[in-house]
């Protein structure tokens, strides 16, 4: 190859919504789209060593808080539901 060829930046397509829950702390919770997005992209992590990692753990849940505009820490969500559908 004696050059290379840029096609510019690729953006990705905004998240679109499926309308998706949490429970937080037993009592379900609807997500708007940010809130949702990170709740997917948190579920993507389970069983890799991100969700064990106690700082990245806090940190999710820290943005993850601001987002919701509540406090929560680990342990506080149930993302099984999403978990679930990611699997899939």
């Known amino acids: ?3 290379l060829h840029h096609n510019g930046v690729l953006i990705p397509a905004r998240y ?3 309308g998706l829950a949490v429970k937080i ?3 379900e919770t609807k ?3 940010d809130q949702e997005e990170m709740a997917v992209a948190w579920a993507k992590k389970v069983g ?3 969700v064990e990692d106690k700082v990245f753990a806090k940190n999710f849940h ?3 808080s601001e987002k919701l505009g509540i406090k929560v820490k ?3 969500v149930d993302f099984q539901e ?3 559908l990611v699997e899939e």
């Open 25 to 27: 702390n037993g009592k």
């Open 74 to 76: 680990p342990g506080d």
């Open 48 to 50: 890799t060593q991100y």
């Open 82 to 84: 999403i978990v679930k």
């Open 1 to 3: 190859m004696e050059s």
């Open 16 to 18: 679109e919504g499926k």
């Open 31 to 33: 997500l708007t789209t």
């Open 62 to 64: 820290k943005d993850f």
